[in-house]
C-alpha cells in the first residue's frame, strides 16, 4: 500500500464532487483515484481474516476475494446495460496483469538483479490453465464471428451460460488443486508468514466499510463514464480495456512490482498470472450468472480482444518457460502493452 | 479389448437389421457398436503378425495398420461423395486422439497416482512433428479461404495433390527417423515384448475376416450418415468430427486410458499423439490419392477444423513441454474438447 | 565465401548488359547473380573491419550491416514506389531465415551428426526476442484489417510511424542487452578470434567499393522486377517474398549451413535467428523512415506475410525450446517453406 493510502482523501471529495454535479471527466477521475486504494484496503482486510482462518479458507479467500474491486465495478457497469465496457475490462484486466504488471515486474527486478529466477512448475501450472481458459473463451467466438447468423443467438445465449458453468468448474478444480491434492507444488507460498496484524472484528469491519465505499465509488465511475467518453471524443471501448483495468488492479500492480523490486519473482509472477485466472474462471463466470438478473450477457468476446488476450497468453507460457527473467523481457512485455494500446486508441 | 469383446455379437445383428430395412438411426446405432470391437481385433492380430515379423516391420505394420478402421469408414464415405463428413472426422480423429483420449487417460491416471512422467524427448518429436502437420495443413487453406476466386479450383486441386505428397514423404521419413537413424531414442518402446499368443496363420486370417467385417458394417454406418442426420436434426459435419472418430477410435482409446491407469503414460502418450500423427500425415494423404479415383478432394479444411487442430496441438505441445501430467492437466483437455463438440452441436 | 568468390564476374556482365538493353529477364537474373557475392563481400570487409574496432563496436558492426544488402535493394525498391515488393521481401527475409537457412543447416548438419546441440539460453532470448517483434507487426495489422476503414489511413501512418520507432528502440535495448548488461550470457561467440587478414584501409575501400557495386546491381534489379513479371506471368508479390531474400541472403545462407556441417549449430542457429530479427527491428524500421522523404510506407503486413512470419516464429520458438536438432526438424522446416513457397506461387 504505502502511499497509496493516502488517496482515501478522495473518498470524501467525490462524494461532495457528485453532490456538486462536477462535470463527469472530474467525476470519473476523483472516483477513480478513491478506488486506487480502496483495492488495497480491501486485499489487506481480506489477508487478516486468513490469518484468522486457516491457511486454506484464507488461501480460497484471498483467491477469491482478490478481485472484489473489479467484479463491484463491474457490477454496476453491467447493471448500466454497458455490456462492452464489462468485457473490454475483463480482456483489458488479462493483458494488462500479463502484459504491464509483468512487464514493469521484470523490468523493476530486472534493474536491480541480472537474472531473477521463479518456481517454474507453479507457473507453469497457472501459464497452462490460462492457454486452456482463453482457448475455452476462443472456439465459441470464432464460431460466432465466423457464422454470424442472428437466428443462432438465442442458442449462442445458452453456451454463454455451458462455458461460464465450465469455467467456473475448472476454476473450483484448480483451488481443489492447489489447496488439497497438489498443495505441496505451491512449498511456502500458501502458507501464511508473520502474524495478524488487526482483530478479526476490525478485519471484518475494514472489509465491510471498503466494499460499501467501492460500491458506492464504483456507480460514480459507471455513470460518468459515458458523458465523459462523449466528451473526450475517446472510445468506451478503450476506457474498458485499458483504464478501468488499471484503476481496477492498480493496488495489487503495486505490490507485484514491490516483490519483483525485493527479488521475490515468485510472488510477482504468481500475482500476474493468477490474477489473469481468476479473471477468466472467475470474475467472468459470475458476471454473465449476474447478468442474468438483468439481460443476459454473452461471453463472446470481439476479435480485437481476443488477439489481445491470445497474444497475451502466448507471451506468458513463452516467458514461464524458461524460470528466468531479465529486464528485456520486461522491456518487451510492456512494448507489446503500449502498442495494443495505442491501436485501441486511434 | 477386454469386454468390447462382446459387443461383436452387433455384427450379426446389423446384418439382420439391414436385411429387415430398420430405420437409418438403428442401422447407424447397430453397425457403430459393431466397428467398436473390431478395430480392437484388428489391432490385436496386427500385432500378433509383428511378433513373425521382427520388430522394424512390426512397428511399421502396428504404425500403419493402426488407423485401418478410419481409413475403411472413410473410403466409404468418400466413394458416396460425402466429403464434408471425411475431412471432418480427419480434423475430429486429430481432436479426438488429444483432447478426449491423453484427457481422459491423463485424468484417470492422475486420479490413481500424483504426478506422471512420460519420456519428454519422444513427445517432443511427435508434438513437433504435429505443429508442422498442422501447420501444412493450414498455409494452403490460410490462402483459399482469403483469396476465395472460383477460378483458383483447379490449380488448388494440384495444391492439394502436392501437399498430399510432401505429407505422406514426411510420414516416410518420420518411420525412417523412429526405426533407423534415431531407434535409440525410442528405447524399450519400439521393442516387443512377450510372445506371440496366436499362430501367423490364424493373424492373418483374422486380419482378413475382420478388415471385411469392418468393410460391410462401414457401408452400413455411411449409408445410415444421411437419413439419420436429416431424421435427428444433426449436421453432417457433428457427426464427421465427433460421432465417427469416437466409433473409429474407441478401441485404441480404452487402450491408451489402461496404459495410463498402470502409469504407464508414455505409452498412452505416444498412443494419442501418434495416432493424430499417423491420421494427418498418413490417413489424410491416402484418402486424397483414393479420391482421384472418384472426385477429387481437396485437402483444404474449413475455418472450424482448422481452429479446433491448432488449438489442439498448440495444447499438446504445452503439455509435452514439460514431460509431466496430473489430474487437472486432463480435466482441461476434455472440457476443451467438450466446448468444441458444444459448439459444433448448437 | 569459396566458389561464390567466382560470381564477382557477372558485375561487369551485368553492367554490359544493361548497356546492350538486354531483355530485363535477363537483367534481373544477371544483377541477382551479382549481389550473391557482393553481400558476401561486403560481410567479410565488415568483418575485417570489426578486428580494428575491437568486439563491442565490432558485434555492433556486424549486427548492423550484415542486412546492409538488404537494405540497399529495398530502398531501390522503396524509390520505386514498390512497396508491396518491400514489404513482401522484408516478410520473405524472416521466413527464409527461419525456415529455409535453419531447415538446410540443420538438415546437413544433421546428416554428418546424429544430435546437434546449441546454445539453448541465447537462442531462447533470440527467439523470444522474435515473438514480440512478429506480435508488435501482427497487432496493429489485425486492427486495420478488421476496421477497414479508409478514414483511418491518416491515423494508421502514425501508427506506423509509432512501431516502427518502438521496433527500432527494442533493437538498440537488445544490443545493449547482449553487449553490455548480459554479454557473459553470450560466451566466446562475441569474441573476435584469429586475426584480421587486411589492412583497415584495404578493409573499408572494399566496403565502400562493394556497396557502390550493390547499390548499382539493386538499381538494376529493381528496374527489371515490373518489366519481368510481367513476362514470365510471375507476381511481384512472389518476387519480393521468395527470390529478393534468396538473393540478399545467399551469403550468410551458405555460412550458417557450412557452419552446421562443422557442427558448430550455435552459429548456424545464431545467423538464422539474429537476421531474421535484424530484418524486424532494424531493416523495417529504417525502411519506414525512409518512405518518409519519398512517400510513407505503413508497416501493415497483409494477411499472408503475417501468417507465413507467424508460424515461423512459432516453430523456431518450439524448435529452439529443447536446444538440440536433428535431420528431421531440417527437413520439416524446409517442408514448410516449401509449401509457403507453392502456395504463394499458384
Known sequence: MGFLKYFLIFIPISIVADLMKVSPMWLFLLSSLAIIPLAGVMGEATEEISFYSGPRIGGFLNATFGNATELIISFFALKAGL??????????????????????????????????????????????????????????????????????????????????????????????????????????????????????????T??????????????FLVSSVEPMTHTLGLSEFFVGIIIIPIIGNAAEHSTAVLMAAKNKMDVAVEIAIGSSLQIILFVAPI????????????????????????????????????????WLEGVQLIAVYIIIAISFLI
Chains 1, 2, 3 share one sequence.
Open 83 to 204: 455490456f462492452d465496457v464489462v468485457k473490454a475490462s475483463i480482456a483489458g484486466s488479462v493483458i494488462g496483469n500479463i502484459l504491464l504488471v509483468l512487464g514493469a515486474s521484470m523490468l523493476v527486478g530486472g534493474i536491480r538483479y541480472k537474472v531473477q529466477k521463479f518456481n517454474k512448475k507453479v507457473v507453469e501450472v497457472s501459464a497452462s490453465m490460462l492457454l486452456f481458459a482463453v482457448i475455452g473463451l476462443t472456439i465459441p467466438a470464432i464460431f460466432t464471428h465466423t457464422i454470424k447468423t442472428e437466428a443462432l443467438t438465442a442458442r449462442y445465449e445458452w453456451l454463454s451460460i455451458g462455458i461460464a458453468i465450465a469455467m467456473f468448474i475448472i476454476y473450483l478444480l484448480g483451488l481443489y488443486f492447489s489447496f488439497y491434492t497438489h498443495k505441496d507444488l505451491y512449498g511456502s507460498e500458501h502458507q501464511e508468514s508473520g502474524e495478524a496484524k488487526w482483530s478479526l472484528k476490525k478485519s471484518i
Open 206 to 219: 475494514v472489509l465491510i466499510l471498503a466494499t460499501i465505499a467501492v460500491a458506492l465509488e464504483s456507480e
Open 287 to 326: 458476471l454473465i450468472f449476474i447478468s442474468l438478473l438483468f439481460k443476459p450477457m454473452s461471453i463472446i468476446f470481439n476479435e480485437f480482444e481476443l488477439v489481445a488476450m491470445i497474444v497475451s497468453v502466448l507471451i506468458v507460457n513463452r516467458v514461464a518457460s524458461d524460470g528466468e527473467s531479465n
